[in-house]
């Protein structure tokens, strides 16, 4: 059985009745849990809590939402001025989302929460409209192929589900393992290009600690069960940072494993980072100390921030480093006159070893 017929019979089951073996121990904030009916909360495949990095305000996009319960969180938290846009590709899992957003408008008071059918590595292509457009016109020809090809270039491009930098913060909980290794670069694409400059991502996933074996990938029972797609924890981090990304950390990492087979660890963590660099031409008339407790600390650009030194920043960069992302990490020696700007955008981001941050903010 192909890995995408595994997925999709594993979860299709999985939203019928609760599968053990998909769960990991995660702890909520039960007030918001609270609010949810109790089958959403039984068929929780999750492995961490991207709800609690939400701001009110937010548009957030969740990568395979499954029974809905991130989204469902994530609503409450939002407020008025925020909305909630679930994405899966599983029919059964999105009926089972849709089956309660009746009940969870009127209880929440609102209707700030959408489930759309897609493949979170091709967020521009709306599943629902695919299938409609294939009734319309069933595919018996490579004439009829090339149609469709080009129908769906035309909805990426002119009907995108999700369009470009459209959202503040994308979240996912333990779906990213599920996408094929040869698609895991196009997916860090599109979550860089559906983000508005300087917005967060926060991702509760399944990493391992060593390179998983050809023989484990292609078990399609290990891949559905969020194992051998894993992401190893090095390449995690990278994909993100060379897409272009800053702030990139692991900001929960479970030191007990979830799983171990064959002497590899697999573990839940969540990765946090912002969307950038914008500009980093500005004139730096602004300037910053890094902290310590390390002898210096490098950004992505490869710019050094030698501890108790003064580096001089531009205004961007200064909003950035100051921002929540970075908390902690730099002293402001003029920040009884200087004001970051909430709308200046990402700078270069800096790795730190120090990784215990939690709610990252946008620059700003
Ligand atoms: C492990 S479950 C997690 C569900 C949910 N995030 C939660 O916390 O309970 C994985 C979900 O991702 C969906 N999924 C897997 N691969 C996907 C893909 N490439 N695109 C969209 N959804 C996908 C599955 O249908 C399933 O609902």
Known sequence: MNIETSVRQRYSKGASERQESLCCPISYDNSLLDQLPDEIIEKDYGCGDPSRYV??????????????????MAAQLVGSRGQVIGIDANDDMLALARKYQADMSARLGCDRVRFMKGYIQDLALDLD????YLKENPVRSQHDYAGLRAWENNQRINHPMIPDASVDLVISNCVLNLVSD????????E???VLKPGGRIAISDIISDKPVPAAMKQDAELWSGCISGAFQETEFLQSFAARGFQAVCYDKWESEPWRVMNGIEFRAVTLTALKGPIDTTGQQRHSLIYAGPFAQVMDESGRSYPRGERILVNA???????SAAYRGVFIDPDSHSATASASTPCCSSTSTTGN??????CCG
């Open 316 to 322: 961007a960069e200064h909003a950035c480093l100051t």
């Open 129 to 132: 409209a695919l299938e409609s």
């Open 55 to 72: 701001q009110e305000g937010d548009v957030v996009l969740d990568l395979g939402s499954g029974g809905g319960k991130i989204c469902y």
């Open 356 to 361: 215990s941050k939690s709610d990252n903010g």
């Open 191 to 193: 979550i860089f290009r």
């Open 182 to 189: 040869h698609e895991k670069q196009q997916l860090v694409d």
